[in-house]
């Protein structure tokens, strides 16, 4: 069973600019999750996809959105870049997210540079 | 608002020694409780995870965790580490409430074992 997949793995951006980090969840899987692991500060929850719909999102100013497809893929667009933006960005995906559908499964991660 | 505590950032062991990683949650509803162990240059992984039931669950490579709810405390244990288990270890708090949930994760534990 393939797992969750990001793309790119890697992605350097200047200030200002726009990313989009990309997240394929395991089938079957509705809910996608994003999280970024800034260095010091371990997973802050970002964003929760089910179903096509925005379920919730964490403490993120709203340069950081995203969507998720019909198919349950997902993207994450971080607007308006800035230096504290660098770090990884992970993925998860799980079953519909009511009562013990979890854990989630992590893709490997984006990482993100600002320069 | 929701938050995870791990009280060690670094922990150094030898091999052999006994392992004993603090969490705390701060939140007073229902929760499903999870460690996950990031190895070097890999992605997330579930270690082991506490939904209901006996208190003291047991999870892969020897790891076990017991919830004190008296204490919101969900402490990971090992009797005897190994090198192998050199590693980041994340502590997750599921919260409950309103019809949606949200995985809080602490800031993470690094564990170096020196053989």
């Known amino acids: 069973e393939a797992g969750v997949t990001q793309s790119p793995t890697h992605l350097i951006k200047t200030r200002g600019q726009q990313a989009t980090l990309r997240c394929s969840p395991i089938s079957g899987h509705t809910s996608v999750y994003w999280y970024q692991q800034a260095l010091g500060l371990g997973l802050q929850f970002l964003l929760w996809y089910d179903e096509g719909e925005e379920r919730n999102r964490g403490n993120f100013p709203p340069r950081f959105s995203g969507r998720q497809f019909p198919n349950y893929s997902s993207e994450l667009n971080v607007n308006a870049l800035e230096l504290e933006d660098s770090a990884l960005y992970l993925c998860?995906?799980?079953?519909?997210?009511?009562?013990?559908?979890?854990?989630?499964?992590f893709g490997d991660g984006t990482r993100l540079s600002i320069l | 608002a929701q938050s995870v505590s791990q009280h060690n950032h670094h922990v150094i062991l030898s091999e052999a020694a006994s392992l004993e990683l603090g969490c705390n949650y701060s939140y007073g509803g229902t929760v499903n409780l999870f460690w996950y162990v990031q190895y070097p240059g890999q992605h997330l992984q579930l270690l082991l995870k506490?939904?209901?039931?006996?208190?003291l669950v047991k999870g892969i490579k020897g790891f076990e965790a017991e919830f004190i709810k008296s204490k919101f405390s969900f402490n990971l244990r090992k009797p005897s580490v190994q090198w192998s288990d050199t590693a980041e270890y994340f502590c997750?708090?599921?919260?409950?409430?309103?019809?949606?949930?949200?995985?809080?994760f602490g800031a993470g534990t690094r564990l170096a074992v020196h053989p």
């Open positions: 997750a708090v599921n919260a409950f409430s309103g019809g949606y949930n949200k995985l809080i």
């Open positions: 506490y939904f209901s039931g006996d208190p």
């Open positions: 998860a995906s799980s079953f519909k997210d009511r009562g013990d559908d979890q854990p989630q499964h």
